[in-house]
C-alpha cells in the first residue's frame, strides 16, 4: 500500500471530529494537513435524535470556529431551571432548587440545541474550508520511526500523529491496546421530542424520579427534548409501546404545566454507563470525546467534555506546530493528557454520584438529598458556583473556550 503524507488524521466525523479539524484549520492555515475519515459522511446514518445543552464555553468555541451564527437561530437559551425530587405517584412535585440561566448578564450559561443541525453545519463549514473529508473508516495503523501510518480501507495515509474521535467504541482505542474503566449504569435515557400547548418560557426542568433523571429541556418553539432515565428492560418496553400507550407513560412524567402534550418524531433508548479512558494518549495517538469517557447524561456535559479535549489538544498543536516541533511527540501528548485527565475524572465522579443519589426509592435518602438541595437553594454563592461550573468557564480553560482564536 502507498501512503499519502498528512499532518494529523482524525478517525471520527462527529462533534469532536469535525470541531478539532476546523481548529488546526483556523490556527494553522490549509499548508497543514488535516485528514477527516468516517464513514457517516457518505451516506446518511441513522438520524441522531438528541439535542445537547450546549454550555456558555462551548458556544464561545462555535463562535470562534464561526459555526455559531448557522445554528443560531435554532438554539434555545436556558434562562432558568427547576429540580424536583418525588415519587412517580406524587400529584404535586415540590421545587427544592432554582437556578437563573445566566452566567454573566446577557449571557446564558447553556443553549438547548438539536445534535442534527449542529452536527450539519459542523460538516459544511469543513467543507467551505476544504478540509479533507473521506467518507472511510479507520481499519488499523502501525507506527513507525517518525510517524504513525494510519489505513482507510485500501487507501494509507502517513501522519505525525492519529487522533480517535471515533466515539464511545472507538476501535482505534482498542487496538491501542487502551484500556477503559468503568461500568454500565443497567439504565438506558428515552430520547424522543414533545410538543405542548403552551410555552416553556426557556425553562429546563430536571425531575428526579425514582428510577432515574427526567429531564425537560427546551428547543425552539413549543418544543422540549426529553431525556428520561429508566432502566433498561424498562426503557426498551416503554419505546417498543404503540403511540397511545407510549402517550400514556409518557403523561403520568411529564404532567399538564404545559398543557397539552404530544411526542413528535421517533424515540429511541440510549444505554448509560461510565467510562473512562485509562490513559489519554499512547504513541501517536490522541483520544478525545466519546473515544475518552462516557459519562452520565444527568448534567449534559459529555459533548461539552469533548469540545474542551478538542480545544486543549488543538491548542497544544497549535503551540507546538508554530515552534516547528513534532505535533504528534511525547511532550505535546503528554501536555494534552495533563490538562484534561484530572479534570474529566472530577466531572465523571460527580456525575456518577449524582445518578447514584437520586436514582432509588429511599426515603431516608429523599429526605436528606431534599434538605441538601433546600440549603444550596438558599446560598446565592454556591448557586452561582454550580452555573460557572455548568457553563464550563472555570479551572484552566483552553483558549478557545474563552472565545480566543489559536
Ligand atoms: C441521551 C443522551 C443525552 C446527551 N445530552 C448531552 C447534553 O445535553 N450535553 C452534552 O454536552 N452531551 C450530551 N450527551 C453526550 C454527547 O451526546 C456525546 O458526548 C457526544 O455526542 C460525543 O461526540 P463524539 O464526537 O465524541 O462521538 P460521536 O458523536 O459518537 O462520533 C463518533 C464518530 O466516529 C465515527 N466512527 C466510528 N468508528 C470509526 C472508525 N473506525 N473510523 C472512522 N470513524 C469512525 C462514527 O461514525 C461517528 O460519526 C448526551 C448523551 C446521551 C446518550
Redesign the pocket.
Known sequence: MSYEKADVVI????????ALALALRQGLGDSFRVVV????FAAD?RP?L??????AA?RRMFETLDVWDAVADEAQPILDMVVTDSKLEHAVRPVFLTFAGEVEPGQPFAH?IE?APL?AALVAKARAQGIELRA????GFANEASGISVSLGEDGVSASLLVA????????REQADIAIHGWNYGQS?I?TTVAHERAHNGRAEEHFLPAGPFAI?PLKGNRSSL?WTETDAEAARIVALPDDQFHGELERRFGLHLGEIAASGPRRA?P?GLFIARAFVADRIAL????AH??H?IA????????RDVAALAEAIVDAARLGLDVGGVDVLERYQRWRRFDTAVMGVATDGLNRLFSNESDVLRLMRDVGLGLVDRMPALKSFFIREAAGVTGEVPKLLRGEAL
Open positions: 478517525a471520527g466525523g462527529g462533534f469532536a471530529g469535525v475519515a468516517d464513514p457517516a446514518a441522531d438528541r439535542a445537547s445543552a450546549i454550555a462551548a438547548m445534535n452536527t472511510m473508516a479507520v481499519t474521535a471515533d466515539g464511545a467504541k472507538s476501535r482505534v435515557a430520547v429541556l431525556v440510549y448509560l478525545v470525546g466519546d473515544a462516557v459519562i447524561p449534559g456535559q459529555g459533548l461539552n467534555m469533548g469540545l
